[in-house]
C-alpha cells in the first residue's frame, strides 16, 4: 500500500493588528458580565494572529520528519460559545466539474456535531462568492468563513487557515474565523469504498473542518485528525482521540446529541481527475 506521509505547519506566521470589533467598553466600576470565557465584551480583540493549518502529502517514502511527537490531540483554540454555531459558506463557483464537496461540507459538520458530551454546533449559512478573503493564500480576513476548491500546491490537498485572537492573561486562543481549500489537482472520491488511487473527500472534509473548529494534528492512527492519509482509505467516524479533543474544547455533558446524518450520494465527487499533475 502506498501512504502519504503528511507534513502538518501549525505556524503563528504573522500578527496582524486589526480594530477591534463591536467592543463595549465598560465604565469604571460598572457591572459588565464576562462570558463563558471570563472575557468582558470587546476584551479579546485587539490583536490576532494568523496560524495556517496545512496538511501536506508527499511522495511514497517520504519519511514523517516533521510529524509532531504527539501522543493525543493537540488543540489550537475554539470558537466562544457566543460564536454558535459557526456560520459556514461554500463557494460554487469553484467547484471542479463534476466535483463538490457541498455534501461532504454538510455531512462533516453532522459528523463532528454528532460527537456527544459537547456543544460545538456549526450550521451551512448559504452560498458565497468568491473574490478577496477567500483563500488562504491572500490572508485577508473578511469575517466569512468559506470552503472553496482551487488549485492548491500540487502535494496539498487541503489547506485551512484559522484566525484566531489570544485571549489577554490565558492560555486560550479565540478563532475568529476560518478559510478551507480543497485542491482541485488530488483524484477525489466520495465512494462508498475509496479506489486505491483515490482519496476520500469526505475524510479530507472532516479533517480541515477538525481544524477549523480548533483541533490540530494526532499521533494517534486511525483518528480523522490523524496527519498521514494513504489513497484509498477513509477516516469518516471521529475515533476516541479526536471526540476527546473535542470534548476538551467544548465539553459539555448537558449538550443534546445531534444525530449523524449519511452522505448524501448526489453530492458525491466521482470525477477522476489526472492525478497529481503538474504543469
Ligand atoms: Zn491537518
Given at each position: 500500500?502506498?501512504w502519504?506521509?503528511?507534513?502538518?505547519?501549525?505556524?503563528?506566521?504573522?500578527?496582524?493588528?486589526?480594530?477591534?470589533?463591536?467592543?463595549?467598553?465598560?465604565?469604571?466600576?460598572?457591572?459588565?458580565?464576562?462570558d463563558?470565557?471570563?472575557?468582558?465584551?470587546g476584551?479579546?480583540?485587539?490583536?490576532?494572529?494568523?496560524?495556517?493549518?496545512?496538511?501536506?502529502?508527499?511522495?511514497?517514502?517520504?519519511?514523517?520528519?516533521?510529524?509532531?511527537?504527539l501522543?493525543?490531540?493537540?488543540?489550537?483554540?475554539?470558537?466562544?460559545?457566543?460564536a454558535?454555531?459557526?456560520?459556514?459558506?461554500?463557494?460554487?463557483?469553484?467547484?471542479?466539474?463534476?466535483?463538490?464537496?457541498?455534501?461532504?461540507?454538510?455531512?462533516?459538520?453532522?459528523?463532528?456535531?454528532?460527537?456527544?458530551?459537547?456543544?460545538?454546533?456549526?450550521?451551512?449559512?448559504?452560498?458565497?462568492?468568491?473574490?478577496?478573503?477567500?483563500?488562504?493564500?491572500?490572508?485577508?480576513?473578511?469575517?466569512?468563513?468559506?470552503?472553496?476548491f482551487?488549485?492548491?500546491?500540487?502535494?496539498?490537498?487541503?489547506?485551512?487557515?484559522?484566525?484566531f485572537?489570544?485571549?489577554?492573561?490565558?492560555?486560550?486562543?479565540?478563532?475568529?474565523?476560518?478559510?478551507?481549500?480543497?485542491?482541485?489537482?488530488?483524484?477525489?472520491?466520495?465512494?462508498?469504498?475509496?479506489?486505491?488511487?483515490?482519496?476520500?473527500?469526505?475524510?479530507?472534509?472532516?479533517?480541515?473542518?477538525g481544524?477549523?473548529?480548533?483541533?490540530?494534528?494526532t499521533?494517534v492512527?486511525?483518528?480523522?485528525?490523524?496527519?498521514?492519509?494513504?489513497?484509498?482509505?477513509?477516516?469518516?467516524?471521529?475515533?476516541?482521540?479526536?471526540?476527546?479533543?473535542?470534548?476538551?474544547?467544548?465539553?459539555?455533558?448537558?449538550?443534546?446529541?445531534?444525530?449523524?446524518?449519511?452522505?448524501?450520494?448526489?453530492?458525491?465527487?466521482?470525477?477522476?481527475?489526472?492525478?497529481?499533475?503538474?504543469?
Amino acid at each position: 500500500m502506498r501512504w502519504f506521509s503528511a507534513v502538518v505547519a501549525v505556524a503563528a506566521l504573522s500578527a496582524a493588528l486589526f480594530g477591534i470589533l463591536g467592543g463595549a467598553q465598560a465604565s469604571p466600576g460598572a457591572a459588565v458580565a464576562k462570558d463563558a470565557d471570563g472575557l468582558l465584551p470587546g476584551e479579546v480583540l485587539e490583536r490576532a494572529e494568523f496560524a495556517l493549518i496545512d496538511a501536506r502529502f508527499a511522495p511514497e517514502g517520504t519519511a514523517l520528519a516533521e510529524a509532531p511527537d504527539l501522543a493525543m490531540f493537540t488543540a489550537n483554540g475554539r470558537w466562544a460559545d457566543t460564536a454558535l454555531p459557526v456560520p459556514v459558506r461554500y463557494v460554487f463557483a469553484t467547484d471542479p466539474k463534476e466535483v463538490s464537496a457541498f455534501g461532504s461540507l454538510l455531512w462533516s459538520l453532522r459528523r463532528w456535531e454528532a460527537v456527544g458530551g459537547q456543544k460545538l454546533r456549526a450550521s451551512y449559512a448559504g452560498a458565497f462568492a468568491t473574490g478577496p478573503g477567500v483563500t488562504c493564500t491572500d490572508r485577508t480576513r473578511d469575517n466569512v468563513n468559506t470552503v472553496s476548491f482551487t488549485k492548491l500546491d500540487s502535494k496539498l490537498l487541503g489547506t485551512t487557515c484559522v484566525f484566531f485572537a489570544n485571549v489577554p492573561g490565558t492560555q486560550t486562543r479565540r478563532i475568529l474565523e476560518f478559510d478551507m481549500e480543497l485542491t482541485t489537482e488530488a483524484t477525489w472520491s466520495a465512494s462508498e469504498t475509496t479506489a486505491p488511487s483515490a482519496f476520500d473527500l469526505p475524510t479530507v472534509v472532516l479533517h480541515e473542518m477538525g481544524h477549523a473548529i480548533g483541533l490540530g494534528h494526532t499521533a494517534v492512527t486511525g483518528t480523522v485528525m490523524q496527519e498521514a492519509l494513504a489513497p484509498g482509505t477513509q477516516f469518516r467516524v471521529p475515533a476516541q482521540d479526536d471526540r476527546d479533543g473535542l470534548i476538551s474544547l467544548y465539553g459539555d455533558a448537558a449538550a443534546p446529541t445531534v444525530t449523524p446524518m449519511a452522505l448524501p450520494p448526489a453530492s458525491f465527487a466521482t470525477r477522476r481527475l489526472p492525478a497529481l499533475a503538474k504543469e
